[in-house]
């Protein structure tokens, strides 16, 4: 409710009810004008239907701006985006993507416990380190190292940025993609360059292992990759879908794509704005 209200209050909301409700009652005008001509005594004697036209444009104004779930729906490429409030591991029948750095370490200091890879070690793999990481050696020796970072505490082999780790358990396949470098001191660091390169790697493996089955990614810019002031939350969901409409019309990728945003960012989220954004990536 909170973040239906604040939608409510955004100046994109009062255009779109105004400028509905205007054209409601532009069309009912015309109505009336027509039936004037013909009989002209129609509305003499009945000024209250004037109210009545009001009222009904600006429910129809209203009904038209209310905010709703951020979907949009794409038949060039036949594909879906939507954004949804909640935990990226409670999302059913869906591959997951989580973001990693180029070393990728998995144990702290150098992984943050409450970051989405911290939480993908504690809930999909009961915090159990080495078979984690066997399960990622295992897939990255098929891959080239880019090299070592001298001095750097834990794992120190760097890999190309958007190298995309594969895990799969049963039907669920998690995307584990390099889209952050690691330093000497295990900092973790990011370039929104950085970034589309990397989502563009992960699409490549998406279209490739996921079946066409629904894929959910969370948001990006946040927490140790340092783009927040760059790339803020409106801009992180902006970036993904973009990135991932650009690469759907190269060759389908997969059904749908969900963006995950963990409550307090959804709720902060410019709802309306986000939706135009997705409605305009449509084929003009």
Not at 118 to 141: P, V
Not at 244 to 257: G, H, I, P, Q, T
Request: aromatic letters at 10%.
């Amino acid at each position: 409710m909170e973040s239906v209200l604040r939608d409510i209050g955004t100046r994109r909301f009062w255009i779109l009810f105004s400028t509905q409700s205007f054209a409601f009652f532009g069309a009912l005008a015309v109505v009336g004008g027509a039936i004037g001509l013909f009989l002209p005594t129609a509305f003499t004697d009945k000024p209250w239907l004037g109210w009545i036209a009001l009222g009904i444009s600006a429910l129809f104004g209203l009904v038209r701006a209310w905010p709703r779930h951020v979907v949009a729906t794409y038949q060039s490429p036949s594909t879906t985006i939507r954004l949804v409030r909640g935990d990226l591991f409670a999302q059913q029948g869906a591959h997951l993507v989580i973001g990693v750095s180029d070393t990728f370490d998995t144990a702290s200091p150098h992984i943050a416990p409450t970051s989405v890879q911290g939480q993908f070690l504690q809930r999909i793999y009961n915090n159990d380190i080495r078979k984690l990481d066997d399960d990622i050696e295992q897939e990255l020796a098929r891959v080239d190292a880019l090299g070592t970072i001298e001095g750097k505490a834990g794992k120190n082999q760097r890999y190309h940025p958007g190298t995309t780790v594969v895990l799969k358990s049963n039907a669920v396949r998690y995307f584990l993609v390099a889209y952050t470098a690691m330093d000497a001191h295990s900092t973790a660091s990011s370039t929104t360059d950085g970034v589309w390169n990397s989502l563009s790697e992960l699409w490549r493996s998406v279209r490739r292992e996921s079946n066409g089955t629904r894929v959910c990614i969370p948001m990006i810019g946040g927490g140790q990759s340092k783009l927040s002031p760059v790339l803020p939350a409106v801009d992180s969901v902006r970036f993904i879908a973009l990135s991932f409409m650009l690469a759907s019309r190269a060759a389908r990728v997969c059904e749908e794509l969900v963006i995950v945003a963990p409550p307090k960012q959804y709720d902060a989220l410019d709802h309306l704005e986000i939706q135009a954004f997705l409605n305009s990536l449509r084929p003009s």
